[in-house]
């Protein structure tokens, strides 16, 4: 039974490991990149469209829909 228990702490620390180094390489990977003329253009439709639909249904109904799609 302690190899059971021996192999099962082995493989949780490994994949601790390897959780560990996809986040290191995620956050050096995005300090050297600068978002483009296509993706900031993007965004900002984003934005505007988000905007225009709050303006159009109203806050409390905007929210009210948010809540209950993360629900």
Not at 4 to 29: K, P, V, W, Y
Not at 46 to 55: F, K, P, Y
């Amino acid at each position: 039974m302690t190899y059971d228990h021996r192999s099962t702490d082995l493989h949780r620390a490994d994949l601790d490991r390897e959780i560990d180094t996809l986040r290191n390489e995620r956050i050096l990977g995005a300090g050297d990149r600068r978002p483009g003329l296509l993706e900031r253009t993007r965004h900002g439709t984003g934005r505007a469209l988000i905007a225009a639909g709050t303006a159009l249904i109203g806050r409390d109904a905007a929210s009210l829909r948010t809540r209950t799609h993360r629900a």
